[in-house]
């Protein structure tokens, strides 16, 4: 049976997410979005692209969420707009699209607070892929060639980072068992393991969600 459920992947830095969404939504045969939604984002708001690049999941200290969310409802044509700061033009534009991609069907998506953006839907299943730190080290000081200090500071860096971003443009916390409907620890299950956990749990709520449960 097909797919129906559009999945959200937060993730540590470290813990496989990006690798465990790209085989989850390989293995469903639905789309998947990382650095995807940026190129979307930037073609439909008709911002370049670099501007994206530059702001991703990267927070400010300015953001003003009702003004964002009132131009939101007016489009990218609004007045409003127009004289937005950019970075608020950034996140509005990455919001915007991914709520249009989750209403062009099942995907899967990573970071970018996808899963607060899809909160009112029905379809969605958020996850949080993490892992201890000593496993985090191991895999980011072998996949880029790093001594273990230097893999340490970076996955703390990027942590921060998607830490601030995420509860800066929600009202949920990043990493939190009650922002997300599933938590994972990967170097429990391995990569190919937490897909098969992550699959698991869809056909699950996809089953009783048919069974009107």
């Known amino acids: ?119 009112e839907y029905k379809n969605c299943v958020s996850v949080f892929v993490e892992a201890p730190m000593e496993a985090r080290i191991r895999r980011i000081a072998e996949k880029y060639d790093l001594t273990d200090a230097k893999a340490k500071d970076s996955i703390q860096k990027t942590d921060k980072k998607r830490a601030s971003y995420y509860n800066y443009y929600s009202n949920k916390k990043w990493g939190d068992a009650s922002s997300y409907n599933l938590c994972i620890d990967s170097s429990i299950c391995g990569v190919d393991g937490t897909v098969e956990l992550i699959k698991n749990f869809v056909a699950l709520k996809e089953a009783r969600d048919a069974a009107g449960v």
Request: aromatic residues 10%.
């Open 1 to 119: 049976m097909a797919c129906k459920t559009i999945i959200t992947i937060g993730r540590q830095y470290g813990s496989g997410g990006r690798e465990i969404g790209e085989k989850l939504a390989a293995d469903l045969g639905i789309k998947f979005y990382d650095k995807e939604l940026l190129s979307r984002a930037a073609k439909e708001s008709g911002l370049c692209e670099e501007l994206f690049e530059n702001h991703d999941e990267k927070p400010t200290n300015s953001f003003l969420y009702s003004l964002v969310m009132d131009t939101y409802s007016m489009g990218y044509s609004s007045a409003a707009f127009a004289d937005m700061p950019i970075n608020h033009k950034v996140f509005l534009a990455q919001f915007n699209a991914i709520k249009e991609i989750a209403n062009e069907g099942p995907c899967v998506m990573v970071g970018r607070c996808a899963d607060y953006a899809l909160s």
